[in-house]
């Protein structure tokens, strides 16, 4: 069973620029979570959906940053403009979530981005 | 508000001793508590979680670790440690009715030395 898919696993592009990073989440989760890792922050939670509804987007650090999820199956991360700041791991998860904390997360492979 | 600390940025071990990580906890109603494994240039790896029930839990890859409510801890251990053991492990918690889910660790950097 493929596990959590994130595309591209590597993205370089110049300050200004608009990026969009993509996740599919493993079939049957009903929950998508986006994190960013640095070294200096460690890893951050930027937003989580639930049946395909954002609840809690507190973590987005500003308005460049925006995130969608369509259907089940599908979410995108987008950075417009991007920042040589922005420049981080970012990764998906998703939970099949029984809404009582106690759910396993499962992670993608990460897009790396770095914004020149 | 919960939170994780993991003391120990950087743990150095010998190839064939046992191990531990160290993790703590602080949130209000029942912790729910787990480790992660990322490798290079990998995603987080799910090893272990507790729940309920029995305070020592075991995990993949020979991984265990036990839940001491008293000293709200959760350290991560292994009998014997393998080289191939060597990356980055995050402790996370979350509680009942936690609206945010996972609050990570700082994580440490585990080298098994041969």
């Known amino acids: 069973d493929a596990g959590v898919i994130q595309s591209p696993r590597h993205e370089v592009t110049e300050m200004g620029q608009e990026v969009t990073l993509r996740c599919k989440p493993i079939?049957?989760?009903?929950?998508l979570f986006w994190y960013r890792q640095t070294m200096m922050r460690g890893l951050e939670l930027l937003i989580y959906?639930?049946?395909?509804?954002?609840?809690?987007d507190s973590g987005m650090p500003e308005d460049r940053f925006s995130a969608k999820m369509p259907n089940a199956s599908f979410s995108t991360l987008k950075i417009q403009p991007s920042e040589p700041r922005d420049s981080a791991v970012y990764f998906c998860?998703?939970?099949?979530?029984?809404?009582?904390?106690?759910?396993?997360?499962?992670f993608g492979p990460g897009t790396r981005l770095t914004v020149l | 508000a919960q939170s994780v600390a993991q003391p120990e940025d950087q743990v150095n071990v010998a190839e064939g001793n046992p191990l531990t990580v160290k993790c703590t906890y602080s949130?209000?109603?029942?912790?729910?508590l787990f480790w992660y494994v990322q490798y290079p240039n990998r995603g987080l790896q799910f090893l272990l979680k507790?729940?309920?029930?029995?305070?020592l839990v075991k995990g993949s890859y020979g991984f265990e670790a036990e839940f001491n409510k008293s000293q709200t801890s959760f350290h991560l251990k292994k009998p014997s440690a393998l080289v191939s053991d060597s990356a980055l492990y995050f402790c996370?918690?979350?509680?009942?009715?936690?609206?945010?889910?996972?609050?990570f660790g700082s994580g440490t950097q585990l080298t098994v030395l041969p």
């Open positions: 998860a998703s939970s099949q979530t029984s809404g009582r904390g106690t759910d396993t997360q499962y």
């Open positions: 079939s049957g989760h009903n929950s």
């Open positions: 959906f639930n049946n395909n509804v954002p609840i809690d």
């Open positions: 949130v209000s109603g029942n912790p729910y």
């Open positions: 507790y729940i309920t029930g029995d305070n």
């Open positions: 996370a918690v979350s509680a009942s009715g936690s609206a945010r889910q996972l609050t």
